[in-house]
């Protein structure tokens, strides 16, 4: 038990951390939608259009968006290895809803997002 | 990210293992499974350092390290090494792997290291791209060799730091294939395997020198250091350079007490593959092969001839990377202010030498490593091994005398700690590794001198 001792208590070590770990749940790896931010409050709201995998697609709908009479429309990297298309500026949730509603009588399906710094 | 991801890099670094094992055979033999598994960090650093070698190799004739050269590379370097360590007729690991004896103390501070590694692998597998050199220079780097297939003459000439050989993006690019795709956030654990394979190696080097409290706590001060902490995973060459370098320090003060050549073919490989991580390398490399000079003046019909051939090896591995930086019409790297410039900046000699000296005695840098290894270097010389002793004062004041020189003979910088303004700290790197691998030593030989002394 002597000799084994030092042993156990490497291996215990070695197995205690993870196992603290993983007992609050598995390990987690963050997808691309965990850069999306669904607006809960007033302030710092976006209306986001799409998030698209190409810069090409991307301007494609900023284009599209524009001649329907959205105006301002950016493609920016949403920072998960898309490109979104949004417009900024949006004040409170109550304009964003209304906002919502005349992008899809023309065809678009906006989210409102909460702006991250 | 993904299990697969690091999967991936898990069978790269057993490949780097397979390689440096059966290195470590050809130079040394290995007389047990049991040695072998107390030598694997050696093991897995040589093949690391021999590796990146021979990627560069590749590079500079055109060859791009993809999945199939990488295997192919590390198959013809196995089997190399096997050849050689049959021929020379090393001895070959024989019986069973048993479970060895280790000591209480030796476990407790084992069990905190791998805690340790297994959070820094926790933080690491979703570390971000921030370091400003990481994604400024070394990862593009590594990018253009996994996409482009080599080194891009455009993009290595305009990118900063043309002149630093291609290891790490070697390394990175290697990694990448293994992965599956240019996962540059798992890259991060390539740099994990790096750490812990140097941790591992020096215990393996000193676990039979030195009682586990003399080796154990200055390894671990080390690692917990802040600027280990917050820069050992990132995706540069700086702590990989320091690795090599304290690694290949190592070898030649065990060398020095008991001239087994090995350790001078090891420490060869090691200097060899510090200068092609980066430019810095030659510096500490020279204040690595001098202080063992003047060490073993008193043997120097024997020694000199052997550390000089380890230091001409170790410039030797890095010529290819220099032919191509003169073809290629590039800069090579030296100070900015030229050969003789030192004398016009007279000025800068003393707040330089200041400003190494307070970076490396910095508590909110490298907490303790400083001081520490001072102590054991004076202990040591009062009562202990006298030549490591002086070895390691050489080494400090070699190194200090280079750090100094790094930020006098670049104008531009400032006296500065200001990472983005004067890489001191970065560089500073070098030394507190290499002390910190030579202070067990020092200690555990004051403490046999003391303890025989009191016995007698």
């Known amino acids: ?117 | 990210m993904t299990f697969s991801a690091i999967l991936g890099l898990v069978a790269f670094n057993l490949v780097l293992f397979g390689v440096g094992a059966t290195s470590l055979y050809a130079i040394r033999g290995l007389r047990s499974w049991n040695e072998l598994v107390r030598l694997a960090g050696v093991a897995y650093m040589l093949g690391v350092a021999l590796t990146g070698i021979v990627f560069v190799f590749e590079l500079v004739v055109g060859l791009s390290p993809s999945l199939g050269v990488i295997l192919t590379t590390a198959a013809v370097l196995t089997l190399a090494a096997l050849a050689v360590g049959n021929r020379l007729g090393r001895p070959r690991p024989g019986g069973r792997l048993t479970l060895g004896r280790i000591s209480l103390t030796g476990a407790t501070f084992g069990a905190a290291f791998i805690v340790y590694a297994e959070a820094l692998f926790r933080s690491g597998r979703l570390a971000g791209l921030y370091e400003f050199d990481g994604w400024g220079f070394w990862v593009p780097k590594g990018l253009a060799v996994y996409f482009l297939g080599g080194l891009d003459r455009q993009f290595f000439s305009t990118l900063p730091g043309p002149s630093y050989p291609p290891v790490v993006p070697a390394y990175e690019a290697g990694a990448f294939h293994f992965m599956g795709s240019p996962d540059v956030v798992t890259l991060h654990l390539q740099f994990w395997f790096f750490l812990v394979g140097f941790a591992t190696a020096v215990v393996g080097l000193l676990s039979r020198r030195a009682h586990s409290l003399f080796l154990w706590p200055p390894l671990l001060v080390l690692l917990v250091a802040p600027q280990v902490l917050s820069h050992s995973l990132q995706a540069t060459g700086d702590i990989l350079l320091d690795e090599l370098l304290a690694l290949a320090a190592l070898l030649v003060a065990l060398w020095l007490g008991d001239q087994a050549s090995w350790r001078l073919a090891g420490a060869a490989v090691f200097l060899g593959a510090a200068m092609s991580v980066k430019r810095e390398g030659y510096a500490m490399a020279a204040c690595v092969v001098l202080a063992a000079l003047i060490v073993s003046r008193r043997q120097r019909r024997t020694a000199w001839p052997r550390l000089a051939l380890c230091g001409a090896v170790a410039v030797g591995l890095t010529i290819p990377w220099r032919l191509l930086l003169v073809a290629r019409d590039l800069p090579g790297g030296g100070p900015e202010a030229g050969g003789i410039g030192l004398f016009s900046h007279l000025d800068r000699a003393w707040p330089s030498l200041r400003l190494a000296l307070s970076t490396v005695f910095d508590f909110d840098i490298w907490l303790v490593v400083g001081p520490l290894a001072l102590v054991a270097i004076a202990l040591a010389l009062l009562a202990g091994p006298r030549s490591l002793a002086e070895y390691g004062l050489l080494l400090s004041v070699l190194s200090l005398a280079a750090l100094t020189w790094t930020t006098w003979a670049f104008p531009s910088y400032p006296i500065s700690k200001e990472p983005v303004l004067n890489p001191i700290v970065r560089l500073t790197g070098s030394l507190a590794f290499m002390a910190t691998v030579l202070v067990p030593g020092l200690l555990a030989g004051t403490w046999a001198s003391a303890t025989k002394g009191s016995d007698a």
């Open chain 1, 1 to 117: 038990v002597k000799r084994l001792l030092p042993w156990i208590v490497l291996v215990t070590a070695a197995l205690a951390y993870p196992l603290v770990v993983v007992a609050g749940g598995r390990p987690h790896f963050p997808t691309r939608h965990e850069c999306v931010h669904p607006a809960r409050t007033d302030g710092n709201i976006e209306a986001v259009f799409a998030h698209l995998p190409t810069t090409a697609a991307a301007e494609s709908l900023q284009q599209r968006a524009t001649r329907a009479g959205f105006q301002n429309m950016e493609v920016q990297p949403d920072g998960c290895g898309l490109f979104k298309v949004t417009l900024h500026g949006i004040p409170t949730l109550a304009v964003g809803r209304d906002f919502v509603r005349e992008a899809q009588s023309r065809g678009f399906h906006p989210i409102l997002e909460q702006e991250k710094p």
